[in-house]
């Protein structure tokens, strides 16, 4: 079965730093690029970070410099370590994953910047 499980969320308080996790099975190279979004209610579902198979990234400018997403292809997981966090970052997270014909998401991992 093809799917994407994301864990790691929870509460930081602001400049603080988080490790999301998105387990992909049956394997990572089951997709051809996968991402990190994020989304809050009433809002529009943003890009965060994206990896491809050749290792290429790409970052939202909200982000870059603090967050970097990188991959375990033994582990089929692709994380996103989030350093420095803001109470703007405060948003549902979600693993998308891409392959030919068909796109995949996770079901979400919420994260909360609060002092």
């Known amino acids: 079965q093809v799917q994407l499980v994301e864990s790691g969320g929870g509460l930081v308080q602001p400049g603080g730093s988080l490790r999301l996790s998105c387990a992909a099975s049956?394997?990572?190279?089951?997709?051809?690029?996968i991402d990190w979004h994020r989304q809050n209610p009433g809002k529009q579902r943003e890009l965060v970070a994206t990896?491809?198979?050749?290792?290429?990234?790409h970052y939202a400018d909200s982000v870059k410099g603090r967050f970097t997403i990188s991959r375990d292809d033994s582990k089929n997981t692709v994380y996103l370590q989030m350093n420095n966090l803001r109470p703007e970052g405060t948003a549902v997270y979600y693993c998308?994953?891409?392959?030919?014909?068909?796109?995949?998401w996770g079901q979400g991992t919420q994260v909360t910047v609060s002092s």
């Open positions: 990896i491809s198979n050749d290792d290429t990234v």
């Open positions: 998308y994953g891409g392959r030919y014909g068909a796109d995949y």
């Open positions: 049956p394997s990572i190279f089951s997709f051809y690029r």
